[in-house]
């Protein structure tokens, strides 16, 4: 959509001059001459995702002094996403317990149902099913059946065309080739980030943008929206070591379950039991000698409680883990303080009927209003005729803006904004739009910035019986973090509890 177009629609939907302002654009002081009529109708859902009143109160600073323990647990998981369900899933012979910020437990990986279609509101696909981890999923029951083809396509002026298959053809096989190389060497940029040889590190010093340069200058747009997606920033910020870590998605499978990787989470948690996630409990402070407060995240005036832990994982992003932690070491909390994080929106259209139906993953470079949106139905392998979801992953440009559109709570216009460019280039009937739904997320797109796998490698894991596990330690937001980190800890842990 034309900045003209998108400015009448935001004005008529009733977003704040205030809030065109924060997101760059100058008020168009001309009213359109006949307002259009109104072309939609569908509903707008309630948000989900993020808290955040409970993560504000707690970063503005909780004063209450920590009640008596009503409980000892040997071990306590701070985080109930895939990086503390699976350590709990991987220690659950031992007396433990789970504390969940939100009402459900997985974090960036939830899902939710639309006429039978299970659709992500976060995390939807992986690639790497290479020992350890396809041992993992099918041990949890996972059924791992490669997407069918075409799993990725991009834009072009007569529509979307098999990413293999467009202009970008023989630009991705050259890649294809470098990577099939690279990825059977020990220089390979690895996660864990722990395996790192000194010449896989090297790529941490330049950014992914100057390493794309040499050789494949022309993919760049396109990375460039694989990094917004995924890695929170443009290809000019994101360290190499990640942006070609990535670039393994051009050789190997995908897999999505329905639902996306709630589905793991799902499986995950039924098999820790659900008695042992205490959910909607938002942790405000952990002392050294393994004592956690926490309190009711939707209650107005919570009462603060506490349990004693022998060990405790702080299984939450870095830079929130941080502000639980004052006492450790200082320059560990100003390393974990000082990462970086993108906003996003995940915008679920909700269709009556089947309306596209062209593969899995779609992208669009060089427009802003979304980065990349998949088929929710395509993950199910036997499409649901009479219902379509089409999960749009539409990252801020700048994420202090996104942050503020987000906490504004404006829902419509922010919507309204994906909803055209996506039917631009779908041409889904308008009126089989039924429902749109936002999931928000202030800060947990982790930003993998140039230099930060040196940084994180340096940084330490434990702070006494305090031990850190959560996908941002091996910096690059992914289902492979998450385990990556819970592989580490767990048998730490095994001998302590
Ligand atoms: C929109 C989006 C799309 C993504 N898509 C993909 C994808 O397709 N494929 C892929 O591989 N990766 C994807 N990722 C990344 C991947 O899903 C995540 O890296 C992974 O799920 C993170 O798991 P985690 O447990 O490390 O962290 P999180 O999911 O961040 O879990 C941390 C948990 O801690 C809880 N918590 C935080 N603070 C507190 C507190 N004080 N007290 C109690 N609980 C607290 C949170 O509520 C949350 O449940 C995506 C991420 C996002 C945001």
């Known amino acids: 959509m034309r900045r003209r177009q998108f400015l009448r629609h935001s004005g008529q939907l009733g977003l704040s001059l205030a809030c065109l302002d924060l997101i760059g654009c100058q008020a168009d002081p001309t009213p359109p001459a006949t307002p259009p009529a109104p072309d939609y109708a569908y509903k ?22 920590l009640p008596k323990p009503e409980k000892k647990v040997k071990l306590l998981i701070i985080g109930g996403g895939l990086s503390g369900l699976s350590l709990a899933h991987m220690c659950q012979d031992t007396d433990l317990l789970v504390l969940e910020r939100e009402s459900t437990p997985g974090g960036n990986a939830k899902s939710e149902n639309y006429q039978g279609i299970e659709y992500a509101l976060g995390s939807a696909y992986l690639v790497d099913v290479e020992k350890p981890f396809g041992e993992f999923y099918r041990k949890l029951g996972m059924d791992l059946k490669p997407l069918p083809q075409p799993t990725e396509s991009v834009w072009t002026p007569s529509g979307f065309v098999q990413m293999e298959k467009g202009a970008q053809a023989e630009t991705i096989e050259r890649i294809q080739k470098e990577m099939r190389k690279m990825m059977d060497s020990r220089d390979y940029p690895h996660i864990p980030i722990q395996r790192a040889t000194p010449a ?28 917004w997606t995924a890695l929170g920033g443009s290809s000019k910020k994101i360290t190499a070591y990640i942006g070609v870590n990535g670039l393994s998605e051009l050789v190997m499978d995908m897999y999505a379950f329905p639902g996306g990787n709630a589905a793991i989470a799902k499986k995950l948690v039924s098999a820790i039991g659900p008695e042992r996630i205490l959910t909607g409990q938002s942790v405000y402070k952990v002392e050294q ?13 919570p009462e603060f409680r506490c349990i004693q832990a022998e060990q405790v994982v702080l299984a939450c992003p870095y830079y929130f883990a941080a502000r639980l932690i004052p006492w450790a070491d200082p320059q560990a909390l100003k390393t974990m303080r000082g990462l970086e994080y993108g ?4 915008v679920n259209l909700c269709f009556e009927g089947q309306v596209f139906h062209q593969g ?3 992208w669009c470079p060089g427009q802003d209003a979304w980065a990349d949106f998949v088929d929710a139905d395509y993950a199910a392998g036997n499409p649901v005729k009479t219902a379509n979801v089409i999960t749009v992953y539409a990252p801020f440009r700048d994420a202090v803006v996104g ?5 504004a709570g404006d829902g419509a216009p922010l919507a309204r904004k994906v909803v055209d460019d996506i039917q631009l280039r779908t041409q889904f009937p308008k009126d089989k739009l039924k429902e749109v739904r936002i999931t928000r997320y202030g800060h947990q797109i982790f930003c993998s910035r140039q230099g930060v796998i040196r940084q994180l490698l340096a940084l330490p894991r434990h702070f006494g019986k305090v031990h850190l596990c959560h996908s941002d330690g091996q910096g690059c937001a992914s289902v492979e973090s998450a385990l990556s980190e819970a592989f580490a800890l767990a048998p730490v842990l095994k001998k302590k509890v």
């Open 200 to 227: 896989a590190l090297k790529l941490d010093d330049i950014s992914y943008y100057d390493w794309l340069k040499k050789d494949y200058p022309e993919y760049i747009p396109l990375a460039d929206e694989y990094c």
């Open 343 to 346: 906003s996003y929106m995940v």
């Open 360 to 362: 899995y993953d779609h």
């Open 44 to 65: 707008l859902g309630e948000w989900t995702g993020d808290t955040f009143p409970a993560m504000h109160r707690i970063r503005d600073g909780i004063k209450a002094e």
């Open 289 to 301: 000698d393994g004592r956690v407060g926490f309190f009711d995240t939707h209650a107005e005036n």
């Open 403 to 407: 942050r503020a559109l987000l906490q």
